[in-house]
């Protein structure tokens, strides 16, 4: 029984350090991505793509030989994104492994497939009720299609009846 509660304390402390890591290796992500931006650092994504070869020329300025207007804004631009995923790898992986961690891969599995269907009946809950407002407010928009033509067959029954006198 002492193993158990050892364990879990174990687990939980360990948890609590990816929690606390993950932001740590978000903020200096981002600080990459400000060296990356202000010149004084490359992009794995773009130093993968000028290595197999893509050819987009991209360089980091415009007096870079074979460089061109292109190839510089998708340096750029491939750069930001690949901090981008990095960024988001890092907190949903980090998330998630504190996790995995603390209650272990069966648990968490289990817990991911409850969110999951609960989101889809959300979803479904959320489209149900959708439909009904429209099928409401066409409905609505019937009724004043209908009483629009009620005050024309009654204003046309009046003229009719003042022509009559």
Same mark, same amino acid.
């Given at each position: 029984?002492k193993t158990d509660h050892?364990?879990q ?7 609590r350090? #990816? ?7 978000? +903020?200096?992500s981002? !600080?990459?991505?400000?060296r990356f931006l202000? =010149?004084? &650092?490359?992009s794995?994504l773009v130093?993968?793509m ?6 987009f020329h ?10 061109t207007?292109g190839? #510089? ?6 750069g930001v +994104?690949?901090?981008? !995923?990095s960024?988001?790898?890092v907190?949903? =992986?980090g &998330?998630?492994?504190?996790r995995?961690i603390?209650v272990g ?7 991911e ?5 609960a ?5 479904l809950?959320a489209?149900?009720a959708?439909?009904?407002?429209k ?5 609505a928009s019937k009724?004043r299609?209908g ?11 009046i003229?009719l009846?003042a022509?009559?006198?």
């Open positions: 029984m050892r364990n304390r174990i687990r939980r402390v360990a948890s350090v #990816v929690s606390m890591a993950s932001p740590a290796f978000f +903020v200096v981002i !600080v990459n991505m400000v202000s =010149g004084n &650092a490359s794995w130093d993968t000028n290595a197999i070869g893509v050819s991209m360089t980091r300025t415009l007096e870079e030989p074979d460089s207007l190839g #510089v804004i998708l340096y750029y631009f491939y +994104v690949a901090v981008l !995923v960024v988001s790898a907190m949903l =992986g &998330a998630a492994l504190a995995i603390e891969w069966t648990q968490f599995r289990q817990e497939k409850e969110a999951a269907e989101a889809e009946m959300m979803a809950i489209d149900r959708r439909r009904r407002q099928r409401l407010a066409r409905s009724a299609q009483a629009d033509s009620d005050i024309l067959l009654i204003t046309a029954a003229a009846f022509w009559f006198l």
